[in-house]
């Protein structure tokens, strides 16, 4: 792949039993995006090249003036293991090939697969519902539902980005 060639993101179905999965099953609004990228990516480089590409660091910026503050080095900790936060983030869920976060109502989750044309590589999210609303109500609300074309497009460039600099 050239230097400035675009990688194809595309959306996707949650893939079935995995970390997210179980949030769309609980009725949760889900999202999936995937990518492909040549040559075998191990998650950990995955999680390192999402949560430091120039894209995120700017996301990270608001974060620290919003939140507390996070560092690159937090990011290889996290993508190592070592860790259990990052910026508003908490791990929910971990497992080889997978990781969610957790910050309030929000959840998002990557994957690194290898394919037989390198490694596919997918990013997701989910709004779970508040614990107060009742069944079959609208998870998102009308504040992010308002939000949801920027976060489609936002969610695409953040794989794009770590899509990128793996590839």
Not at 21 to 40: K, N, W, Y
Not at 43 to 54: C, K, S
Request: glycine residues 8%; aromatic residues 8%.
């Amino acid at each position: 792949m050239s230097q400035g060639a675009r990688l194809r993101v595309e959306a996707c179905r949650v893939p079935a039993g995995t970390l997210l999965d179980a949030h769309r099953l609980a009725g949760s609004f889900t999202d999936c995006f995937v990518t492909e990228v040549p040559g075998i990516i191990p998650q950990a480089r995955y999680i390192e090249a999402f949560y430091t590409t120039p894209l995120f660091k700017a996301e990270r910026l608001i974060l620290m003036l919003l939140l507390r503050p996070s560092s690159d080095a937090a990011a290889q900790q996290l993508a190592a293991g070592l860790r259990e936060d990052f910026a508003a983030w908490q791990v929910e869920g971990r497992a080889s090939n997978e990781l969610l976060m957790a910050a309030g109502r929000t959840r998002s989750w990557l994957q690194a697969l290898p394919s037989a044309g390198g490694t596919r590589l997918l990013f997701g999210s989910a709004i779970v519902p508040a614990r107060n609303s009742s069944p079959g109500s609208d998870p998102l609300g009308p504040a992010f539902r308002a939000l949801l074309g920027f976060h489609t497009l936002y969610s695409r460039a953040l794989l794009q980005a770590a899509g990128r600099r793996l590839a």
